[in-house]
């Protein structure tokens, strides 16, 4: 019987801890098993007269004290051949020993190489390091120019009894004295994007600690690096404008109206200095544009083109407005095909899309892999239609998205060593393989950086822009091999993968792009975002509706492929929102109006709880046919967070009660805002009834003075003086004089 024994991650020197979560998963290991072993560090590439430099760490979770431990450093003389071998010795966790026997602690080491102190026991959590350096030159490795390139490692970690109870293995890079290997290109393209679509305007709080310190914050930081080229969601550049809320907001915030007829709003500052940041590192690198947030567009693409023309109109006009905004120059737009339903259909669905570029993944390629590993560049065409491919290296780019600081130094090895790999393989063209993450990518950026320093610092690689693949001639796609070591580097027009009709799958290969319940949702999106964009043409400030524009592109975007009930859920949220936004513009609600005449005006209160003036037109309609409307009435326009009344002429046609629907509409007549209903009595013979009373009342007055003269007659007054006129003397003229 022998002690069975677990080992895990550490990062401790023999010291006691409580174990709290099991290890990561190694590179390439099947799903659920974990690396045992943790490699802390090893030399990434040797050559004669260095030194092998491996040390790691471990940790006994078994429960029981381990006793007399002993770890085996062993290595395959025999170089790797294919890259087929080099994933199958990276995904093995068998306990089975192989290979030469380099070094085992607490045993007599190999001539010129230090003692490797024995192991102590270890009790349950109790964790160690053990580092193994041996001289290159007594590993006894071949000298031969054409043998140079990946060896397989393994540290095995064994019982008292000898039985091994864990394996890690890993490589180091062989170079023979004398080989200078051939320059491999690579370029690095890194997808910079939100987690989730339009998370500035849904999961504000969210995206702002990803800029201060969580995923976005690792991604700018990597982006910043010289030889990493961008797939770059534009949305990151068009910073959502934040308006206030009222008009007391409006006040205090100091806002002025704008000259587009509303009140100012400013960017929202996290992802306003997080464009900036971009724009300016953006110099001297290869961007290609994703769609904006991200959009289905191949799923667009298999709808009719008459019910998502909206949706496209809104892509082509923010991506160009981000463009614009941003001063960032692009390599065109690119739309990447992922996932496990990629197939053909979705090939001619993307093609569709007409995009500039499409990224696909080796893996999607149909054929065996080739004995020489072409460039990261090929042709789609599906008959009708033709771009360019840019097409990532899957075990490469894998690696990168397993990558943990857990497995940083396996990974950063095994990358090496596939590079070697490739580096070697027999022919004499140029070749540039493409390293591309998956789009959700979350790195740690100290993680990858260090992956990136070892790329940078190898002498069989050498960085390139992406656009040089973007430059290359398709055409060159056969490979010309050679068995004679290359004394001269590799040159002319690159190896290319030629052109990609059909695409397999890892899953239903007769998978369609979108279902009946994703399309009815696309055209549902785009129903909203055409009587949007109609809405918004009446707004003194259009932009006032871009978050609810985003807030419908991100429903056909990445999740497009979701569940129905999903889809379904975020498009009546959404809805919900565009209700309330239409009914901020609103006709205040009367009690009741009385009509005392034939022909009168109708006021009309109209509130406006926007920061931007709109131009409305309200409308009645009437219940009984004893009243009409006079007149159209003309358009008004309202300013920001204020009222206006308007008049509506109409006519009465007979006496009585009807109800009035007050209803809103924009200049291009789309309704806006809820109806109210009011009460109306209509009594237009009042009027004349009331004329009438006034005309007989004054005639009334006028005879009842007439009768009253008559009747009193003029001989009732003071009798007058009758005779002859007096003749004044002169005495009296001259006193008047």
Not at 202 to 220: I, M, N, T
Request: hydrophobic content about 40%; aromatic content about 2%.
């Amino acid at each position: 019987m022998f002690l069975c024994a677990v080992l895990a991650v550490s990062f401790a020197v023999v010291t006691l801890a409580p174990h709290s979560s099991a290890a990561p998963a190694a590179p390439d290991s099947p799903a659920g098993q974990t690396s045992l072993l943790k490699l802390e560090k090893v030399t990434p590439a040797l050559g004669p007269g260095m030194t092998l430099d491996v040390e790691v760490s471990l940790r006994n979770i078994s429960g029981r004290t381990l006793t007399s431990p002993q770890a085996t450093l062993g290595i395959l003389d025999a170089p790797v051949r294919s890259r087929e071998e080099l994933s199958a010795w990276a995904s093995r966790t068998d306990t089975e020993e192989t290979g030469r026997k380099l070094a085992t602690t607490g045993k007599a080491p190999q001539e010129g190489a230090d003692a490797i102190p024995a192991l102590p026991n270890l009790a349950p959590d109790q964790t160690a390091k053990v580092r193994f350096t041996l001289p290159a030159d007594s590993l006894n490795l071949t000298t031969d120019a054409q043998e140079w390139g990946p060896r397989r490692l393994s540290i095995t970690l064994s019982d008292g009894a000898g039985q091994p109870l864990s394996v890690l293995r890993t490589f180091l890079v062989w170079i023979p004295s004398g080989v200078t290997p051939d320059r491999l290109s690579y370029s690095f393209l890194l997808p910079i994007t939100t987690r989730q679509a339009a998370e500035q305007i849904l999961a504000p709080d969210d995206f702002r600690q990803s800029v201060e310190g969580g995923r976005l914050h690792s991604l700018l930081t990597l982006a910043q690096r010289p030889e990493v080229d961008w797939l770059l969601d534009p949305s990151l550049l068009d910073p959502p404008l934040v308006f206030p809320k009222s008009a007391q907001a409006a006040a205090n915030s100091s806002a002025s109206p704008s000259a587009e007829g509303g009140v100012s709003a400013s960017p929202m500052r996290a992802a306003a200095d997080y464009a900036e940041k971009l724009s300016r590192v953006s110099q001297g690198r290869t961007v290609l544009l994703m769609p904006y947030q991200n959009v289905d567009l191949p799923a667009i693409a298999s709808a009719n083109p008459a019910t998502t023309a909206a949706i496209t109109a809104q892509v082509s006009e923010a991506t160009k407005r981000s463009q614009e905004e941003s001063r960032i120059h692009s390599d065109g737009s690119a739309i990447r095909l992922s996932g496990k339903n990629v197939n053909t259909k979705l090939l001619h669905a993307t093609l569709d899309a007409d995009p500039q570029t499409i990224l696909a993944s080796s893996e999607n390629l149909p054929g065996k892999e080739s004995s020489v590993t072409p460039s990261g560049i090929a042709s789609a065409n599906d008959g009708e239609h033709g771009t360019r491919m840019l097409v990532s290296d899957a075990r490469l780019s894998g690696v990168i998205n397993r990558l943990t600081p857990e497995n940083r130094v396996l990974s950063r090895q095994r990358i090496l060593a596939d590079t070697a790999l490739i580096a070697a393989q027999p022919t004499a063209q140029a070749r540039q393989i493409l390293i591309s993450p998956q789009t959700n990518f979350d790195p740690t950026s100290d993680d990858v950086s260090a992956v990136l320093d070892s790329l940078s610092g190898a002498s069989w690689l050498a960085p390139a822009r992406t656009s040089q693949l973007l430059a290359a001639d398709t055409s060159v796609n056969e490979p010309v091999t050679e068995s004679a070591a290359r004394v001269a580097p590799a040159s002319g027009p690159l190896l290319t993968r030629g052109t990609v009709r059909e695409l397999t799958s890892a899953g239903n290969a007769q998978e369609p792009v979108v279902t009946e319940n994703q399309l009815a949702t696309i055209e549902s999106v785009n129903l909203r975002l055409q009587k949007l964009a109609t809405v918004s043409s009446s707004f003194g400030q259009p932009r006032v509706s871009d978050s609810l524009v985003r807030s419908l592109l991100a429903i056909v975007g990445p999740p497009l492929r979701g569940s129905s009930d999903d889809l379904r859920n975020r498009l009546q949220e959404t809805t919900s929102q565009l209700s309330k936004f239409y009914n901020s513009v609103q006709v205040l609600p009367a009690s009741s109006y009385n009509l005392v005449s034939s022909s009168a005006g109708v006021p009309v209160t109209v509130e406006n709880n926007l920061p931007t003036s709109v131009q409305v037109r309200p409308s009645l309609k009437v219940s009984r046919p004893i009243l009409k409307i006079a007149g159209k009435v003309e358009p008004v326009t309202i300013a920001p967070y204020g009222q206006a009344t308007v008049t509506v002429p109409v006519e009465a046609l007979m006496s009585g009660k009807v109800d009035l629907t007050i209803s809103l509409a924009t200049v291009n007549d789309v309704p806006l805002g809820d109806t109210q209903t009011v009460s109306l009595v209509v009594n237009p013979e009042w009027e004349n009834t009331t004329t009438l009373v006034l005309v007989l009342g004054m005639a009334a007055l006028v005879t009842i003075g007439v009768v009253r003269a008559r009747r009193t007659r003029s001989d009732t007054r003071a009798p007058a003086e009758r005779g002859a006129e007096e003749v004044p003397d002169e005495q009296a003229r001259e006193d008047a004089r």
